[in-house]
């Protein structure tokens, strides 16, 4: 099994920044990919950023030049800096991740969600 704890959301002003976190926990298992969904009431959930363990991402067109995802392998954990928020960025912030466990099975987890409010 993998956890993912995630860290940073909150309340910010529109055209302010924050910073998400996500760490992965758990025994004999290496990071494929890990990214963040959001949901807003009343919406679907959706990408927002994923990235692999080699670098390679991929964005939402509606975060694009906005949000920035990296990934520290050493330390399992991924991070959103996410700047020049909109009100529409107002969502509750999922992290996932699909992870190698032993015998290359590839499994999917989800965080708990943090939840990110952008308001004046």
């Known amino acids: 099994q993998v956890q993912l704890v995630e860290s940073g959301g909150g309340l910010v002003q529109p055209g302010g920044s924050l910073r998400l976190s996500c760490a992965a926990s758990g025994r004999d298992f290496s990071i494929d990919v890990m990214g963040w969904y959001r949901q807003a009431p009343g919406k679907q959930r959706e990408l927002v950023a994923q990235?692999?363990?080699?670098?390679?991402?991929n964005y939402a067109d509606s975060v694009k030049g906005r949000f920035t995802i990296s990934i520290v392998n050493a330390k399992n954990t991924v991070y959103l800096q996410m700047n020049s928020l909109e009100p529409e960025d107002t969502a509750v912030y999922y992290c996932?991740?699909?992870?190698?466990?032993?015998?290359?099975?590839?499994?999917?987890?989800w965080g708990q969600g943090t939840q990110v409010t952008v308001s004046s």
């Open positions: 996932h991740s699909i992870a190698i466990l032993t015998g290359l099975n590839y499994r999917s987890y």
């Open positions: 990235i692999t363990s080699g670098g390679s991402t």
